[in-house]
């Protein structure tokens, strides 16, 4: 007996049409609901890894549920041959949908480093190998001065020969700026003695609005033939820059024999004694207009500057008062 078409499709058809379709929202609302993560997690994808094995990773951090789903769609959705390695970072409300997104897309978790104004290249390399996230060892070479400060961006295992190689670029890049765009008739022969005197200035004073008055001080010196007597490069002489001093500085310690001791010597020394930041560029570019000669502390964090040696003098018998 032949069946009637219009029963096979009300018996038959219709209702497998309708269990697919069922079954489609299911699936849909599985890849779009989101998990509530009640922290961030971190989840390490290494390269090579299969959509599989990294789906059984996001259900240990319980990002997702169903490995199987996620493995699934992201074959569906052409994703399963696109995820990048790396260390992802999920928080908050995360669905299977875009915890696939951003591993397919390589939105990777970047971490961040300061290397502070004012650290000598030793300390600034010591940076970098203290921390843990950063491979590899430091071949590349650092002579002071050659590191901009800056809070570098990484991922993890970046290189810490990479963060050197960006500080390097970035100083040369902020350097030559600064040097092209320099104010006329500096006493400074080319951009390396402007970098030494930022060197000096970055050390003198962390206040941004005294920056230039300090410049002012070294550059009318420097036209004076004066004796630039700057305690920061005699600290360096005793230190070669590998610590801090950590104490004040003596009368025995202003007569070292070293090309770095500004009191004994003419001049700039001979190389940077920091890693200046670029707001000491600036200054050493473009110095206040000012008559000043000499600054000593005020007491307050900020220095007091003078014209004449009496004028200094003064302020160093208020400076003492002030500590005691």
């Given at each position: 007996?032949?069946?009637?078409?219009?029963?096979?499709?009300?018996?038959?058809?219709?209702?497998?049409?309708?269990?697919?379709?069922?079954?489609?929202?299911?699936?849909?609302?599985?890849?779009?609901?989101?998990?509530?993560?009640?922290?961030?997690?971190?989840?390490?994808?290494?390269?090579?890894?299969?959509?599989?094995?990294?789906?059984?990773?996001?259900?240990?951090?319980?990002?997702?549920?169903?490995?199987?789903?996620?493995?699934?769609?992201?074959?569906?959705?052409?994703?399963?041959?696109?995820?990048?390695?790396?260390?992802?970072?999920?928080?908050?409300?995360?669905?299977?949908?875009?915890?696939?997104?951003?591993?397919?897309?390589?939105?990777?978790?970047?971490?961040?480093?300061?290397?502070?104004e004012g650290l000598t290249s030793k300390q600034m390399l010591q940076t970098l190998a203290d921390e843990l996230l950063l491979s590899g060892e430091m071949t590349l070479e650092a002579p002071e001065g050659s590191l901009l400060p800056e809070?570098?961006?990484?991922?993890?295992?970046?290189?810490?020969?990479?963060?050197?190689?960006?500080?390097?670029?970035?100083?040369?890049?902020?350097?030559?700026?600064?040097?092209?765009?320099?104010?006329?008739?500096?006493?400074?022969?080319?951009?390396?003695?402007?970098?030494?005197?930022?060197?000096?200035?970055?050390?003198?004073?962390?206040?941004?609005?005294?920056?230039?008055l300090v410049a002012s001080v070294f550059v009318n010196r420097l036209r004076k033939g004066m004796k630039l007597q700057t305690d920061p490069t005699v600290i360096y002489a005793l230190t070669n820059g590998q610590k801090d001093l950590k104490?004040?500085?003596?009368?025995?310690?202003?007569?070292?024999?070293?090309?770095?001791?500004?009191?004994?010597?003419?001049?700039?020394?001979?190389?940077?004694?920091?890693?200046?930041?670029?707001?000491?560029?600036?200054?050493?570019?473009?110095?206040?207009?000012?008559?000043?000669?000499?600054?000593?502390?005020?007491?307050?964090?900020?220095?007091?500057?003078?014209?004449?040696?009496?004028?200094?003098?003064?302020?160093?018998?208020?400076?003492?008062?002030?500590?005691?």
């Amino acid at each position: 007996m032949r069946l009637n078409r219009k029963f096979i499709l009300r018996k038959l058809v219709l209702p497998a049409v309708g269990m697919a379709i069922i079954g489609f929202g299911v699936l849909r609302h599985w890849i779009y609901e989101p998990t509530h993560l009640e922290k961030s997690v971190s989840v390490i994808i290494p390269r090579g890894m299969g959509t599989f094995a990294a789906a059984n990773l996001l259900v240990d951090a319980g990002v997702i549920d169903k490995p199987w789903l996620f493995k699934l769609s992201a074959r569906f959705l052409g994703q399963d041959r696109q995820l990048k390695a790396g260390e992802y970072v999920f928080s908050g409300d995360v669905s299977l949908y875009d915890a696939m997104e951003k591993i397919g897309n390589g939105d990777v978790f970047y971490r961040q480093i300061t290397l502070a104004e004012g650290l000598t290249s030793k300390q600034m390399l010591q940076t970098l190998a203290d921390e843990l996230l950063l491979s590899g060892e430091m071949t590349l070479e650092a002579p002071e001065g050659s590191l901009l400060p800056e809070t570098y961006s990484f991922v993890r295992n970046d290189t810490r020969n990479s963060i050197v190689a960006r500080a390097q670029k970035s100083m040369n890049e902020a350097l030559d700026a600064a040097w092209n765009n320099r104010q006329d008739d500096l006493p400074l022969k080319n951009k390396q003695e402007l970098l030494i005197l930022a060197s000096i200035i970055e050390k003198e004073t962390a206040i941004d609005s005294e920056r230039r008055l300090v410049a002012s001080v070294f550059v009318n010196r420097l036209r004076k033939g004066m004796k630039l007597q700057t305690d920061p490069t005699v600290i360096y002489a005793l230190t070669n820059g590998q610590k801090d001093l950590k104490r004040p500085l003596t009368r025995k310690d202003l007569s070292i024999d070293s090309p770095f001791n500004t009191y004994k010597y003419y001049g700039l020394p001979p190389e940077p004694i920091c890693n200046p930041g670029k707001a000491s560029l600036e200054a050493a570019a473009h110095p206040e207009s000012s008559d000043y000669l000499y600054f000593v502390a005020d007491g307050a964090g900020g220095h007091n500057f003078a014209v004449s040696l009496k004028e200094h003098n003064n302020n160093v018998r208020q400076w003492k008062k002030n500590r005691k």
